[in-house]
């Protein structure tokens, strides 16, 4: 059995016991999250009906805070002496996904 989910801004594939990294949310770790489904396929059978998927819940464990990459950014106009370095770094939070079940 897995599930397409609804995370941030993207959709994610997942199934029981999967970590996965998605948009920061406010929960501390171990605290439990619902995402939302927007495909079930449960031995075959694929459910992509918004009315029936009211009647199933994916939920998971917040494992805690990571960050994603550096991304240095380097400004620079020739001939000005201008030169400007900036560096970001995302911030994610981990999750397992601790079941898909109808409610």
Request: a positive charge.
């Amino acid at each position: 059995m897995y599930a397409i989910v609804r995370a941030g801004g993207r959709q994610e594939k997942v199934s029981v016991d999967d970590v996965l990294t998605i948009d920061r949310v406010a929960e501390e770790a171990g605290a439990t999250l619902n995402l939302q489904p927007l495909l079930v396929v449960d031995d075959g059978k694929v459910i992509s009906d918004t009315a029936e998927l009211g009647g199933y819940e994916v939920t998971a464990e917040v494992l805690g805070e990571t960050a994603g990459p550096k991304i240095n950014i380097l400004k620079y106009k020739n001939k000005t002496g201008y030169k400007r370095r900036l560096g970001h770094r995302q911030k994610y939070t981990q999750v397992r996904v601790t079941g898909i079940a109808a409610k």
